[in-house]
């Protein structure tokens, strides 16, 4: 027996499924600035100063690539 949440998230599955590559690609960039949004209202900030915590959130202890340095 499958649960409510099963099928939801196979029938979500099956609709980015067969939308083409670049209707998935808008729905990504959508979706990332949906959370930018949503990030700087919850934190008080603006968008721009979101983007910009989130991106140095994300860098935060990564090493730099080598491959970067030549």
Do not use: C, H, K, Y
């Amino acid at each position: 027996m499958t649960s409510v949440a099963d099928q939801l998230r196979n029938e979500s599955r099956r609709r980015v499924l067969e939308m083409s590559p670049a209707a998935r690609l808008e729905l990504a960039l959508q979706l990332g600035d949906e959370d930018a949004m949503l990030f700087a209202t919850a934190n008080g900030v603006s968008q721009a100063d979101a983007r910009l915590i989130l991106t140095r959130r994300r860098q935060a202890g990564r090493r730099p690539s080598a491959s970067a340095q030549r």
